[in-house]
């Protein structure tokens, strides 16, 4: 299992799955920059599924929320947000509705709950996989 830890946020590939915890920190747009390089190395600029615990954030900027809005689904075949703060669940709802990304994206109350429906996009990730390359030799 491999893990990255620093005073922001820790990451680890666990089946398939990159599991970000974001610290007690308030995001500015440095920090969101870095939350993102930092994830994007990690995965080896290989696109996995993403769950993001976010918890514990205190704060989010404007101008962070736009960079993850921009910029935030680099290499994610799926993004599960994970928090049961009342806070930080009104700040990820508004960021889901504004989002312009295709990547998938969801907030839920329970890390299993996450995993579950993380697992079924990237089944149907493979899934579609198989079939574009199948339809290729067709």
Same mark, same amino acid.
């Given at each position: ?9 820790? $990451? ?6 990159? =599991?970000? %915890? @974001?610290?007690? &920190? /308030?995001?500015?747009? +440095? ?8 994830? $994007? ?6 696109? =996995?599924? %993403? @769950?993001?615990? &976010? /918890?514990?954030?205190? +704060? ?79």
């Amino acid at each position: 299992m491999e893990i990255f830890e620093d005073d922001k946020l820790k $990451i680890q590939l666990i089946n398939s799955v990159v =599991y970000v %915890v @974001i610290k007690k &920190i /308030t995001i500015d747009l +440095e920090v969101a920059q870095h939350i993102e390089e930092s994830r $994007i190395t990690f995965q080896e600029f290989k696109a =996995y599924p %993403v @769950i993001t615990d &976010i /918890t514990e954030v205190i +704060e989010i900027t404007n101008d962070a929320r736009t960079f993850f809005n921009v910029t935030g689904s680099k290499f994610m075949l799926a993004n599960a947000m994970v928090s049961n703060s009342y806070y930080n669940t009104l700040i990820a709802n508004a960021y889901i509705m504004l989002q312009r990304q295709e990547t998938p994206i969801k907030l839920f109350t329970s890390i299993e709950n996450a995993e579950k429906w993380v697992h079924k996009v990237l089944f149907k990730h493979k899934v579609s996989s198989w079939t574009s390359f199948f339809k290729f030799w067709e």
